[in-house]
């Protein structure tokens, strides 16, 4: 960690989009399982179900970037057994979540992952887990790459990063003293 700059007082965050998203939920699953719970979360628009229940895939899932059939596949190449897709180990909304720590998570309106994530916060707080949710209205999945294109776009991805590292260097200052 110090060969990176970083200060091993503080600990370690982690951070995902979309599929990144669960990625990071559940490496943090394992790490507090294992004895060393990250310092923080940054969830931006996670897959957090991999059955895909959640009702804006099919409200959002079609003409806003993220084609709710292109989802589903991507799913599959991941988890070709649907009987794994609710599995905790790969699935954060089926994993205990508790002792997790605060998390920074992000959604877009014209989402197909909105209700995943909606659900995903309620669940974090339902299990102690200080949760700053944060909705963007109008956006859209992926908004975090395409600030080139949308004014919008951009000033969520900015307005999110600088939330989060006013987060990360407040726990910072909290573990030097």
């Known amino acids: 960690l110090q060969e990176l700059g970083g200060d091993p007082a503080a600990g370690v965050a982690l951070a995902g989009d979309s599929a990144g998203g669960a990625l990071a939920v559940l490496a943090a699953v394992r790490l507090h399982a294992g004895g060393m719970t990250p310092s923080a979360l940054l969830l931006a628009y996670p897959n957090a179900d991999m059955t895909l229940r959640g009702d804006s895939v099919a409200q959002e899932g079609h003409g806003w970037g993220l084609e709710a059939d292109d989802l589903r596949w991507f799913v599959e190449q991941w988890l070709p057994d649907p009987e794994r897709r609710d599995d905790p180990q790969v699935s954060p ?5 508790t002792g997790l720590p ?7 309106e014209h989402d197909p992952l909105r209700d995943e994530g909606n659900a995903l916060a309620q669940q974090l707080r339902e299990v102690g887990v200080e949760v700053q949710h944060v909705p963007h209205v109008g956006l859209v999945h992926g908004f ?14 900015r307005d999110l990063f600088y939330q ?11 573990s030097s003293h």
């Open 93 to 97: 909304r089926h994993a205990d979540l």
């Open 102 to 108: 605060l998390t920074v998570l992000a959604t877009a």
């Open 144 to 157: 975090l790459g395409l600030g080139h294109v949308s004014e919008a776009a951009a000033e969520a991805s």
């Open 164 to 174: 989060f590292g006013t987060l990360l260097r407040s726990r910072a200052a909290a």
